[in-house]
């Protein structure tokens, strides 16, 4: 994963005593949110041929997504080794980014075994 220096809120003082702004190198945070994207697609595909392999139906279905992208999160954020603030701008982006598109890979892949 790429990463910046420090998160883009904070401030540091210089040896001179003047505050400088610290930013975000935009290219590494596009990186980090590609590898998200991905992770969290090709894994929603993978669930969703095992869920419907192993004939969850309904609740049990979304069910397992929810925990399934919840170990993708705590997968990515053991990945940058618990200091999101490092690679990304916010918890949100490693929670929440790609949860929606996974969902439809996910009843695309796992509805597709039953036909």
Request: glycine share 10%; charged share 10%.
């Amino acid at each position: 994963m790429a990463v910046h220096s420090e998160s883009a809120s904070s401030e540091k003082k210089s040896s001179n005593g003047v505050n400088e702004l610290l930013t975000f190198n935009a290219e590494n945070m596009q990186s980090n949110m590609k590898i998200i994207y991905y992770s969290r697609t090709f894994l929603s595909i993978i669930g969703g041929v095992v869920a419907g392999i192993l004939g969850f139906t309904g609740l049990k279905g979304f069910v397992f997504y929810l925990l399934l992208m919840a170990l993708t999160s705590l997968g990515l954020v053991a990945k940058a080794k618990f200091s999101t603030h490092t690679y990304f701008d916010s918890w949100n982006r490693v929670l929440l980014d790609g949860f929606q598109g996974g969902l439809m890979s996910f009843v695309l892949f796992w509805t597709y075994p039953s036909l």
